[in-house]
């Protein structure tokens, strides 16, 4: 078994995402193992390549102790033309040189390709349209379609203007025990900042990731259940209690960590490579039902981060 818990850690964890794109704006975002330095290179069809310092348009906010989310939010002087392809590449500036992203995300971009290219459509005539990424469900993985129908050769005019999501892009409340195991992993692993839970008799996150319950009996917590009033106020001492709306919470995550780190494994396949997929500690008795293996929920989750780099995504 590789020892992926000791690796170095790759510059960037997942990313970039093109998350809103405008004639005169363009706003991206990555999340790193460090604070980075960028320059945005765009290339329209038919034009001169430009290069764009980005230190005045990128916002870090620090995640954990290895993790740094970069907001790049980048006004254009030169408004992008329309309905064309326009290749980019999101550069690291390093003391040796520059580094694209076929160096250090080839898994953004399609076989023989040497950049991702995005196409900002003057109609809004096509689009993609989805819920949220839902690593376990028995389906094919949508993306995986989305994927294929970009590597076809298209028009400019042909691709999708957007991908809407009416929905949070990932389920916090519906998550698989393996899933859930592999947060905890990467939170570890980053050292994703840990919280204080004011009237739980846990004191602290960390003390949540280590209690019985939280792995297939968090919906025990949840107000307005008969069965569960007896745990519920033992383990939140009589004191306002948190409201969990969904039906299928026995997994539901708490914590900010966790939130961030599914959104990491869901959008990346790189933070795969940080975690065992067989922790040594993993057990599984009456009282601590823990999994025991998480390829499947590694084999679903990462196999379609290509998407969201090459069109504008869209939340309801």
């Not at 408004?79 to 550069?91: E, G, M, S």
């Not at 690593?135 to 993306?143: E, I, T």
Request: hydrophobic share 40%.
């Amino acid at each position: 078994m590789p020892d992926n818990l000791h690796t170095p850690l790759p510059a960037v964890l997942a990313g970039p995402l093109l998350r809103r794109l405008e004639p005169g704006r363009l706003v991206l975002w990555l999340v790193t193992s460090r604070e980075l330095s960028l320059q945005l290179w765009l290339h329209p069809d038919g034009e001169e390549p430009r290069t764009l310092a980005l230190d005045a348009h990128c916002q870090q906010l620090p995640l954990g102790r290895h993790a740094v989310l970069h907001l790049l939010d980048v006004p254009l002087e030169r408004a992008l033309p329309q309905d064309v392809r326009i290749a980019y590449d999101l550069q690291i500036i390093a003391a040796d040189g520059t580094r694209g992203m076929a160096d250090w995300a080839a898994h953004l971009l399609h076989d023989g390709a040497e950049h991702a290219d995005f196409v900002l459509r003057a109609r809004l005539d096509q689009l993609l349209h989805g819920s949220c990424r839902k690593p376990h469900h028995a389906a094919d993985d949508g993306l995986l379609c989305a994927d294929r129908l970009l590597a076809e050769p298209h028009d400019a005019t042909q691709r999708p203007a957007l991908l809407l999501m009416s929905g949070d892009q990932v389920y916090v409340d519906d998550v698989a025990g393996p899933m859930l195991c592999a947060i905890h992993q990467l939170i570890a692993r980053l050292g994703l900042f840990d919280e204080q839970l004011e009237g739980a008799v846990v004191e602290d996150s960390q003390a949540l990731y280590a209690d019985p319950v939280g792995y297939y009996r968090r919906a025990e917590l949840l107000p307005e259940i008969t069965s569960n009033q007896t745990l519920r106020d033992k383990f939140f001492g009589g004191v306002k209690k948190p409201i969990f709306t969904s039906s299928s919470a026995d997994n539901h995550l708490v914590t900010f960590a966790e939130m961030i780190a599914m959104y990491l494994l869901v959008w990346s396949p790189v933070p795969w490579t940080l975690i065992e997929e067989t922790p040594r500690h993993w057990t599984s008795n009456a009282s601590s039902a823990t999994p025991t293996n998480v390829s499947a929920s590694r084999h679903s989750a990462r196999g379609s981060a290509r998407p969201p780099a090459c069109w504008p995504t869209c939340r309801r």
